[in-house]
T-cell receptor, first 114, second 107 residues
Framework: NAGVTQTPKFQVLKTGQSMTLQCAQD?????MSWYRQDPGMGLRLIHY???????DQGEVPNGYNVSRSTTEDFPLRLLSAAPSQTSVYFC?????????????FGSGTRLTVV | GENVEQHPSTLSVQEGDSAVIKCTYS??????FPWYKQELGKGPQLIID?????GEKKDQRIAVTLNKTAKHFSLHITETQPEDSAVYFC??????FGKGTMLLVSP
């Protein structure tokens, strides 16, 4: 089925470890974003990309890196995990043609940093 | 940048009642306002959206209204059902979300 696929669904990391959250979409969407969801904080934008080779920072980018080498993939890298990065992470993609369009979200990655 | 305020944070209604969730935004240049529904353990799902050239949009039991002068927009759910229970998020433009409203519909 067409959509946004995130892996893994669950992950436990030790403080200081690094890892990459994977995100892939098969809808040929140019626009992709990463959000984190914490209780009472809603969805906060980490990084986003308007197309292959182009990325930009969102509201809470510190401690995270992204790259966009293809239209389909938009991985999120945690450089040195901290307990404050314990959260649920959502990847989302959207059609882009000069106007804003709604997102299709993945099912999320629940990350715990101990 | 854009700032979106959403109220209430929790809303409890009886089955069959109407529910209204309100959002305000700060950037007068914003022209796209989507609403998402998030069920437990799932990602948010787009349920309805509205652009600034339209004042109201309906889709069966849900509707969204927009007041550009006052910079606020609202989600209206009529004849609520238990399966409407979820967290609802508004957004302005594509990127900026409100903090969410937990809607509880009691049978």
């Amino acid at each position: 089925n067409a959509g946004v696929t995130q892996t893994p669904k669950f992950q436990v990391l030790k403080t200081g470890q690094s890892m990459t959250l994977q995100c892939a979409q098969d809808m040929n969407h140019e626009y992709m974003s990463w959000y984190r969801q914490d209780p009472g904080m809603g969805l906060r934008l980490i990084h986003y990309s308007v197309g292959a080779g182009i990325t930009d920072q969102g509201e809470v980018p510190n401690g995270y890196n992204v790259s966009r080498s293809t239209t389909e993939d938009f991985p999120l890298r945690l450089l040195s995990a901290a307990p404050s990065q314990t959260s649920v992470y959502f990847c989302a993609s959207s059609y882009s043609s000069g106007e804003d369009y709604g997102y299709t979200f993945g099912s999320g990655t629940r990350l715990t940093v101990v | 940048g854009e700032n979106v305020e959403q109220h209430p944070s929790t809303l409890s209604v009886q089955e069959g009642d109407s529910a209204v969730i309100k959002c305000t935004y700060s950037d007068s240049a914003s022209n796209y306002f989507p609403w998402y529904k998030q069920e437990l353990g799932k990602g948010p799902q787009l349920i309805i959206d509205i652009r600034s050239n339209v004042g109201e949009k309906k889709d069966q039991r849900i509707a969204v209204t927009l007041n550009k002068t006052a910079k606020h927009f609202s989600l209206h759910i009529t004849e609520t059902q238990p399966e409407d229970s979820a967290v609802y998020f508004c957004a302005a433009k594509r990127l900026t979300f409100g903090k969410g409203t937990m809607l509880l519909v009691s049978p």
